[in-house]
């Protein structure tokens, strides 16, 4: 490539970046920020929540690169400079870690994981009623790589899997919902309802007090997508009124959550730091170097952003 590489994230991994990518490509000039040197060096970056505004100090830089499958992180005001690509990666390891979360989440509540857990703990020895599969009805909230993942391997456990999404997707084996006029047609069908959207400002806070009340009594909600999805509120008002059974949440608006926030405590709440697909930079350091390559080429990038709607 023409220039340097920026690489930003938590200090205890940029050097594992560096030392996977100069194992694909010695030539690499890659600056660890913020020992950047020069800033008219940086052309690339590759980085998981940089602060925005520091990405306009490069007057050289042409393509911004995500860590992760989300770019939210990249469109925080002031967004990326302009004129700036941006890509994101997409891994069989990364989606495979996020279809094994969302499946033990899943799981973990069809089968009344917890409710055992609590009579073992109080020495109870009591048989509950079996969970009825086929009869169970998921749905998942955005259907790109990592929603039809998780629908297809759900789907293959003989849950009844829904997936709604902005435009329409069709997977054999997975009803389809699209758009606004549908949305309420969705959650009225889903027991199990998973969030893997996008944030951007159209779902943002969409997981709220309307979504929860169109979700059939009883249901159960997995949010593994962005904090900024969901109310929190909301949420926790349709917890303790008991329309809601439950909640899986691995991702917040603040983060690390908070050690005063009712999460932590809540009955019906299981809490994750974040867990649940990390990116391993061995399995992705490919990816980068090529784009790298395509960036000094003048060829079409992988997994380029639109970034007029944010993903």
């Not at 008219?40 to 490069?58: F, G, K, M, Q, S």
């Not at 309420?184 to 009340?213: E, Y």
């Not at 909600?221 to 904090?227: E, F, M, Q, S, W």
């Amino acid at each position: 490539m023409t220039g340097a590489l920026l690489v930003s994230t938590k200090p205890a991994t940029m050097e594992v970046w560096r030392r996977e990518l100069l194992a694909l490509d010695p030539a690499l000039d890659i600056r660890l920020f913020p020992e950047t040197g020069p800033v008219e060096d940086i052309t690339a970056a590759v980085t998981w929540n940089h602060p925005p505004e520091d990405l306009y100090r490069y007057p050289n830089l042409r393509l911004l690169i995500s860590m992760g499958a989300g770019v939210d992180h990249l469109f925080r005001p002031p967004g990326p400079p302009p004129g700036v690509a941006v890509v994101r990666l997409v891994d069989r390891l990364l989606t495979a870690a996020m279809s094994e979360y969302v499946l033990l989440a899943v799981l973990r509540h069809h089968r009344q994981a917890e409710l055992y857990r609590a009579q073992q703990k109080a020495r109870i020895w009591h048989e509950l009623p079996a969970p009825d599969t086929e009869n169970t009805r998921i749905g998942i909230l955005g259907m790109g790589t990592l929603g039809s993942d998780a629908a297809r391997k759900l789907a293959a456990l003989r849950f009844k899997v829904a997936g709604w999404s902005r435009t329409p997707k069709r997977l054999d084996g997975i009803e389809s919902f699209v758009g606004d006029a549908e949305m309420m047609k969705f959650l009225s069908r889903t027991d199990i309802l998973v969030c893997l959207l996008p944030l951007t400002p159209s779902t943002r806070g969409i997981l709220n007090a309307r979504t929860f009340a169109a979700l059939p009594r009883g249901a159960y909600v997995i949010n593994v997508a962005r904090g900024g999805h969901l109310v929190e509120a909301d949420l926790l008002a349709a917890l303790d009124s008991g329309h809601l059974s439950g909640a899986t949440l691995d991702v917040f608006e603040i983060e690390p959550l908070p050690g005063e926030h009712p999460f932590w405590g809540h009955p019906k709440v299981i809490v994750t730091p974040h867990a649940a697909s990390i990116t391993i930079p061995r399995s992705v350091a490919g990816q980068v170097v090529e784009n790298l390559r395509r960036l000094a080429a003048g060829e079409e990038l992988l997994n380029r952003v639109d970034v007029t709607v944010g993903y």
